[in-house]
């Protein structure tokens, strides 16, 4: 299965692709999309979505992971964020790819086994459990590989529990 990780953002998206097969991950690619903070939402949006349609065309993908905003003191930064989440869901949902949603607790139990972990606890994490000699730069590349290795195990985990 491959999956595509991402990151959403309104001047950076990350993003990672990743491959799961006999239990083992692989980093395909992963990087950042990062468009000038000063223009219009509307043009950042769209250099958004056409670079994941870009990396969607040339990585093929299984499966699309979008992590949810976290709105925590800064209800408009999450709006922001959940407009850049819109256009990830689109990218692959125009594909016709199915597309997964999580929380960032969700993400940080699957990758880290502890919901509150840190950001460096789960870069470090990501960096483990894909082999690699130092954690992916920049951070949201990271996000975004930890968002795609929690579809995996979110996968893993229904289908031993439909297995029982």
């Known amino acids: 299965m491959r999956v595509l990780g991402i990151d959403p953002g309104t001047v950076t998206t990350g993003y990672g692709v990743i491959e799961a097969l006999n ?36 990585y093929q993908p299984d499966a699309v992971a979008v992590e949810q905003p976290f709105v925590a003191q800064n209800v408009k930064t999450a709006l922001a964020v959940g407009r850049a989440q819109a256009v990830a ?10 597309v997964y949603e999580y929380t960032p607790a969700q993400v940080k139990q699957r990758v ?5 972990s840190s950001k460096e606890q789960i870069q470090e994490m990501v960096r483990l ?16 590989l930890a968002i ?17």
């Open 89 to 98: 869901i689109l990218a692959g949902s125009n594909r016709n790819i199915p």
């Open 112 to 116: 880290a086994n502890y919901g509150a």
């Open 148 to 164: 795609a290795i929690c579809h995996i195990q979110e996968t893993h985990l229904a289908r031993l529990l439909a297995g029982k």
């Open 23 to 58: 239990n083992q991950l692989a980093v395909v690619d992963y990087g950042a999309l990062t468009c000038k903070g000063r223009s219009p939402i509307g043009e950042r949006l769209s250099f958004m979505y056409l670079k994941l349609q870009g990396i969607i065309e040339k």
């Open 129 to 144: 459990q894909l082999g690699l000699p130092e954690a992916p730069r920049p951070s949201d590349a990271a996000d975004a």
